[in-house]
């Protein structure tokens, strides 16, 4: 059998990681053909070793010659920088693993997609700010998108029909976070360590934050908008607190399809490294005798107000989920370096929404460098604003 090639952009991080290690459980299926990362170089180095790729990549110049010591006599490529890191999106493999966090991962993404690469798409930032030119883009190459975040997996999975008539409303399942049950004034105390310790899901730091305040539910919200295009209307939202239902699609004749799994990312990037085929993944087996109880319940929009949000900026559409992203990524790196407070993340995002408003950014999305004007905008402001709330 023919070894299918991957370019895995992010391979350090969590999804990065897991994508390894299913690559590690089926070596005889798959190889490696680069390897992006940002600041661990001891990580990039260790997997470059085992998984012999053509090429590495830190997205950090001043890593490079750390880099290329530590690989030095290993015949590796090696390079460094933000253009390198689209570079090593162009190089053929059969498919490109999406898995930077945050909006650095678009122009990566976007040139695998140029360069004909189907994508494993589990940066859903790059979705969020850049949705309608992503999909046009992955349209007009024909290249295939498959979904990694578990609930665009799930939906993937359920999703029978092509005609989306037949659909009546697809939910996003959400486990709620660790803060389901606080109270809004046991909100106003919550400290990072709280808030890094998610009760299902083991992820990376930004996504972590996200999931505690549901923007990351927001954030999902949009990227199923573009990747299932039922209109907002009938994409829905219930909390799961289990994770065991990834998320269901409800058709016109009454029947409900959901996929459900333990939660653990290696199943939905196992489904996507090989649909429509399937593999044996390196996973638990979900027992639901064990499990015994689902339970389900209306999200509060009142003490997560990150729901909001996110629907308000796709009713607004143009440039403003970007600006919701961008400010979004600004607001929990403040947090993640204790310099805003918990609940200071998700009003940081709505006074930069707002500002963006007042100021005419929430325009429409003609082509990369309004996205990047906006996203720029929002940045800047989201800062200013931070240092008001510090
Ligand atoms: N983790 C999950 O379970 C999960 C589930 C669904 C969706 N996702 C999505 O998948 C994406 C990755 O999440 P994660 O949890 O894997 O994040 P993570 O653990 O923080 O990893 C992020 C990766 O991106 C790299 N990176 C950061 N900035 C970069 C830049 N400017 N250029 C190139 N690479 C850069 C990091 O490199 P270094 O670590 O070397 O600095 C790392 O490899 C996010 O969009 C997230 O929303 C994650």
């Known amino acids: 059998m023919k070894k299918k090639s991957l370019i895995i952009l992010g391979s350090t991080g969590s999804i990065g990681q897991s994508t390894l290690d299913v690559v590690r459980a089926q070596p005889e299926r798959f190889s490696v053909s680069a390897l992006v990362g940002n600041q661990n170089i001891d990580q990039l180095v260790a997997d470059a070793k085992e998984f012999q790729p053509q090429l590495v990549v830190t997205a950090d110049p001043e890593r490079y010659l750390e880099l290329k010591d530590k690989l030095a006599g290993s015949g590796i490529e090696v390079a460094a920088g933000e253009q390198a890191t689209i570079d090593a999106a162009a190089i053929p493999a059969d498919m490109a693993m999406a898995a930077i966090v945050g909006a650095s991962g678009l ?45 665009h997996s799930a939906i993937f999975q359920c999703l029978e029909t092509h005609n989306f008539d037949e659909i009546d409303e697809i939910t996003l399942t959400a486990s709620g976070g660790p803060f389901r049950q606080f109270s809004k004034q046991q909100m106003a105390d919550i400290t990072l360590e709280q ?40 994409l829905k939202i219930v909390v799961h607190p289990q994770s065991i239902i990834h998320s269901f699609v409800s058709y016109v004749d009454g029947s409900v399809l959901a996929q459900m799994g333990v939660p653990d990312m290696r199943t939905p990037i196992a489904h996507a490294m090989v649909y429509p085929d399937r593999i044996k993944a390196p996973v638990e087996r979900l027992d639901l005798a064990s499990v015994a109880t689902l339970t389900f319940e209306a999200p509060d929009p009142d003490r997560f107000p990150a729901l909001r949000l996110a629907r308000q900026v796709l009713e607004t559409g143009g440039n403003a989920p970007t600006i919701l992203n961008a400010a979004n990524e600004i607001a929990v790196a403040e947090f993640l370096s204790q310099r805003i407070d ?26 990369l460098d309004d996205v990047w004007e906006a996203d720029r905008f929002a940045r800047q402001v989201a800062q200013e604003l931070a240092q008001g709330l510090v």
């Open 195 to 234: 808030a890094l310790n998610h009760p299902n899901w083991s992820m990376g730091a930004k996504i972590t934050i996200d999931s505690s305040t549901l923007m990351n539910k927001g954030l999902e919200l949009i990227e199923a908008y573009h990747l299932f295009p039922v209109g907002l209307e009938r």
């Open 107 to 151: 122009k990566p993404t976007l040139k695998a997609i140029e360069t004909g690469t189907a994508i494993g798409l589990a940066n859903k930032e790059c979705l969020v700010s850049a949705g309608d030119i992503f999909m046009a883009q992955a349209k007009h190459n024909n290249v295939p998108v498959i979904p990694v975040d578990s609930e």
């Open 342 to 367: 918990y609940m200071a993340v998700t009003i940081l995002v709505e006074q930069t929404l707002s500002r963006a408003s007042q100021s005419g950014m929430t325009g429409p999305v003609a082509n």
